[in-house]
Nanobody, 125 residues
Framework: EVQLVESGGGLAQAGGSLRLSCAASGFIWDDYAIGWFRQAPGKEREGVACINNRDGSTYYRGLMKGRLTISSDNAEKTVHLQMNNLNPEDTAVYYC??????????????????WGQGTQVTVSS
């Protein structure tokens, strides 16, 4: 059974940082990329960062670009997302997801096969 479990969300002040983690199990690690998405109330889900588990390459997009660092611990099958200089507009539910590398891993939701349950990030001003 595939499982993706996010952790590390919570409350942060504007200008602060949070580190999210995504623990994965149940699939062949090197065949997948792990992406992070966020969804604010009333808005579409948007991709913010992803990492190729096979070669470690990374990709960022959107308004958070430049404030994020995605990394992976292959031994633990865990991906981390370091988020810095947070602002209230970053308030959202953050999801990690897994995409099969051979079928594409752009930061669009439809390319991701498996999803975690999400973790809430709330940034106060």
């Amino acid at each position: 059974e595939v499982q993706l479990v996010e952790s590390g969300g919570g409350l942060a002040q504007a200008g602060g940082s949070l580190r999210l983690s995504c623990a994965a199990s149940g699939f062949i690690w090197d065949d997948y990329a792990i992406g992070w998405f966020r969804q604010a109330p009333g808005k579409e889900r948007e991709g913010v960062a992803c990492i190729n588990n096979r070669d470690g390459s990374t990709y960022y997009r959107g308004l958070m670009k430049g404030r994020l660092t995605i990394s992976s611990d292959n031994a633990e099958k865990t991906v981390h997302l370091q988020m810095n200089n947070l602002n209230p507009e970053d308030t959202a539910v953050y999801y990690c997801a897994a995409a099969l590398l051979d079928t594409g891993w752009d930061l669009v939701p439809y390319e991701y096969n498996y999803w975690g349950q999400g973790t809430q990030v709330t940034v106060s001003s």
